[in-house]
């Protein structure tokens, strides 16, 4: 009896609190297909490149990881991160974005929420990043309204199920 309140009080809760949900979807890795900056204008520019390259890790215990690289990269030519040129970490400051952490949705919404514990950007790190997104085709799109270049762009990034 004390097994069957405990069960009823769990379903209870979770169903109170279904935008907390995760959709058995989502779970997996997922491989990145485009990120594209919408600009006020109506101008897009893709700041990874035409064909960037990244990866998506979403758990069924609800933690996430994301890597963004712009896949033409130049090397350094030290061979040795510490002794990059200034030019060069530049370079690779703009060729990557990265996070992770632990994320929520809600379906009914059609919104996921990345709450950053650690990030690449460290202005995004203890945050939450609302995504509003949609799932077809084993393709997830979502956009960023705040992406980590500034200014009042919104980013469209493209993710394909592994």
Known sequence: MKYIATLLLTMSLSFARGQDHIPQQLWGTWSL???ENIHTDGSKISPYGEHPVGMLIFTNTGSYAIQILKANRSKVL???KDKATAEENAALVRGNNSHFGTYTVDESKQ???FHVQHAFYPNWEGITQVRTYS???NLLTYTVTTPTNGGAAIAKVVWKKD
């Open 135 to 137: 799932l077809e085709n």
């Open 33 to 35: 297909v485009s990120v």
């Open 78 to 80: 030290a061979n040795d």
């Open 111 to 113: 919104v996921i929420e």
